[in-house]
T-cell receptor, first 113, second 115 residues
Framework: KNQVEQSPQSLIILEGKNCTLQCNYTVSPFSNLRWYKQDTGRGPVSLTIMTFSENTKSNGRYTATLDADTKQSSLHITASQLSDSASYICVVGSNFGNEKLTFGTGTRLTIIP | EAGVAQSPRYKIIEKRQSVAFWCNPISGHATLYWYQQILGQGPKLLIQFQNNGVVDDSQLPKDRFSAERLKGVDSTLKIQPAKLEDSAVYLC?????????????FGSGTQLSVL
């Protein structure tokens, strides 16, 4: 069964600090790995999409890494801002004809001033 | 560029009642998805359309849920009759072609509470 596990479940950090969120997956066959940001009461917004051959991708202060051998990914947030408070969801795509996405349960990040 | 539009934003109904949600995807997007997101969980795919055809409805509880996309543009998801466990946020998403590695754009969702 395809699964995506994220850690920690929740995280509180001070504004301006850096943080790293983790994602482990058992999805086969692997097609891509995505990170989404979901603000409270809103739909998820795409941050990065990485394929098998990519091991890092940045979007502003967000940097995602992918280790396809160990089936792990991380999302690093630099110089956090209050607006970074949200849930961050790791999503892994598998393509066996039609692409299917497996969603993690997310990490709830709270930035405090 | 306008995003994915959904309505209503909130809906409260009693169990055994029926409810319908509407979604208008980004203009020109051929692929439309309906997801169910229960509090504290990641979204779960209910149904995927490619134009007006169903690509995947394997996780749609067909005894009570139905969805249509008659003209290949906007879509309606219906629940009849609703159960307590249907309380969730229903998210609509769209993508240009539904191809692998393609970005999905989500609406803000409809929050359903079944009492």
């Amino acid at each position: 069964k395809n699964q995506v596990e994220q850690s920690p479940q929740s995280l509180i950090i001070l504004e301006g600090k850096n943080c790293t969120l983790q994602c482990n997956y058992t999805v086969s066959p692997f097609s891509n790995l995505r990170w989404y940001k979901q603000d409270t009461g809103r739909g998820p917004v795409s941050l990065t999409i990485m394929t098998f051959s990519e091991n890092t991708k940045s979007n502003g202060r967000y940097t995602a890494t992918l280790d396809a051998d160990t089936k792990q990914s991380s999302l690093h947030i630099t110089a956090s801002q209050l607006s970074d408070s949200a849930s961050y969801i790791c999503v892994v795509g598998s393509n066996f004809g039609n692409e299917k996405l497996t969603f993690g349960t997310g990490t709830r990040l709270t930035i405090i001033p | 560029e306008a995003g994915v539009a959904q309505s209503p934003r909130y809906k409260i109904i009693e169990k055994r009642q029926s409810v319908a949600f509407w979604c208008n995807p980004i203009s020109g997007h051929a692929t439309l998805y309906w997801y169910q997101q229960i509090l504290g969980q990641g979204p779960k795919l209910l149904i995927q359309f490619q134009n007006n055809g169903v690509v995947d409805d394997s996780q749609l509880p067909k005894d009570r849920f139905s969805a249509e996309r008659l003209k290949g543009v906007d879509s309606t998801l219906k629940i009849q009759p609703a159960k307590l466990e249907d309380s969730a946020v229903y998210l609509c998403a769209s993508s240009s072609l539904g191809a692998s590695n393609e970005k999905l754009f989500f609406g803000s969702g409809t929050q359903l509470s079944v009492l």
